[in-house]
């Protein structure tokens, strides 16, 4: 499976090994070429304005939202997951979003960059612990009835999935632990 990792702006090259360790052919996507070549995405964390504005100015936009409406499996991280959300709560709205799935969430809810922190948490499908890696993350405020809550962190929502998407507060990708890749792959290739 040829996965695409939005190369605009974020952790994307941890991404890359990330997903070279689950599985799966890993790729930077920068043009909407690239992007009708790959069979699955990631949206990396980053700057949520500054991905959606790129997104838009390199016109990745509108093909991505409608490749993810038709149903190619889609993960998006910290910022890759504000830019998923149907709703933002608060006042910090994120231009340029996809908007694809059914979840409100608050940006940096979590605190500013010196509040970053980890914590070790149960995930539906994983064995053992996983140690997450929040960084000026985004809470999730509200999931739709089709959005399974898949791990949670002092009662909220961090890590969720709807269909063939899936969305976390957190940066599984900083940790050297690809079992969160492992699991979207797994959700990407069923």
Do not use: W
Request: glycine share 10%.
């Amino acid at each position: 499976m040829k996965v695409g990792v939005l190369g605009l702006q974020g952790d994307v090259r941890e991404h890359l090994i990330a997903l070279g360790s689950a599985g799966s052919t890993a790729t930077i996507v920068k043009r909407p070429d690239e992007l009708a070549s790959v069979d699955a995405f990631v949206l990396p964390g980053g700057e949520s304005t500054t991905i959606g504005k790129l997104l838009d100015r390199f016109e990745l936009l509108q093909p991505l939202r409608e490749r993810v409406r038709s149903g190619m499996p889609l993960y998006g991280t910290c910022a890759g997951m504000i830019l998923m959300a149907t709703d933002i709560a608060g006042r910090e709205d994120a231009p340029h979003r996809l908007g694809v799935m059914d979840m409100a969430v608050r940006r940096n809810a979590y605190g500013r960059q010196v509040d970053s922190f980890e914590a070790d948490l149960t995930v539906a499908g994983l064995d053992e612990p996983f140690r997450a890696v929040f960084i000026r993350a985004p809470a999730v405020e509200r999931v739709g009835d089709d959005v399974e809550v898949l791990a949670s962190c002092d009662d909220q929502p961090v890590l969720v999935r709807q269909g063939h998407m899936m969305a976390s507060s957190f940066h599984p990708e900083m940790t050297g632990d690809a079992r969160i890749h492992e699991l979207f792959v797994a959700m990407a290739g069923s």
